[in-house]
């Protein structure tokens, strides 16, 4: 059997043992095994063959793997951008009413608005966002 042949044996059988584990490892592995393959196809040379496998392992390890599990692993219940605003709290930099307001949230300056009509906040009140309406944050007094 050639070298290419076990090479890609051993990089497919790893890429399928990924299913059973989940944490990218074993795909990394299995795809740096495929880059062995690729090299001992062309080459022939067995240490150029492992010095290509454990290039390109660690590399995808390092640079590959964390970005997948951040896409993968996250899940949907992560909320990001302005879900993530929602229920927070913030500080009332001028006077908040249902038409306009400042706070200060997240480190940023927001335009505000009071949920509720006639509900005038004073500055300097602690608030907590009910929700983002386009840049707009809609706020409520803490009791």
Same mark, same amino acid.
């Given at each position: 059997?050639?070298?290419?042949?076990?090479w890609l044996?051993?990089?497919?059988?790893?890429?399928?043992a990924e299913?059973?584990?989940?944490?990218?490892?074993?795909?990394?592995?299995?795809?740096?095994?495929?880059?062995?393959?690729?090299? +001992? $196809?062309?080459?022939?040379?067995? @240490?150029? =063959?492992?010095?290509?496998?454990? *290039?390109?392992? !660690? /590399?995808?390890?390092?640079?590959?793997?964390?970005?997948?599990?951040?896409?993968?692993?996250?899940?949907?219940?992560?909320?990001?951008?302005?879900?993530?605003?929602?229920? +927070? $709290?913030?500080?009332?930099?001028? @006077?908040? =009413?249902?038409?306009?307001?400042? *706070?200060?949230? !997240? /480190?940023?300056?927001?335009?505000?608005?009071?949920?509720?009509?006639?509900?005038?906040?004073?500055?300097?009140?602690?608030?907590?966002?009910?929700?983002?309406?386009?840049?707009? $944050?809609?706020?409520?007094?803490?009791?």
């Open positions: 059997m050639t070298a290419a042949l076990i044996i051993v990089g497919v059988g790893l890429v399928v299913v059973l584990s989940g944490d990218f490892v074993l795909l990394m592995l299995g795809l740096g095994a495929l880059f062995g393959a690729g090299s +001992a $196809a062309l080459t022939g040379n067995p @240490i150029i =063959d492992v010095i290509v496998f454990a *290039v390109a392992s !660690a /590399g995808l390890l390092v640079l590959a793997r964390p970005a997948l599990k951040r896409k993968f692993l996250s899940g949907p219940g992560v909320k990001t951008n302005a879900d993530a605003l929602v229920g +927070a $709290a913030a500080v009332t930099l001028s @006077i908040v =009413d249902a038409h306009s307001g400042q *706070v200060k949230l !997240a /480190g940023d300056v927001w335009s505000a608005r009071s949920i509720a009509e006639g509900h005038v906040i004073e500055p300097g009140t602690t608030v907590t966002v009910v929700e983002i309406a386009g840049a707009t $944050a809609v706020v409520s007094a803490e009791p």
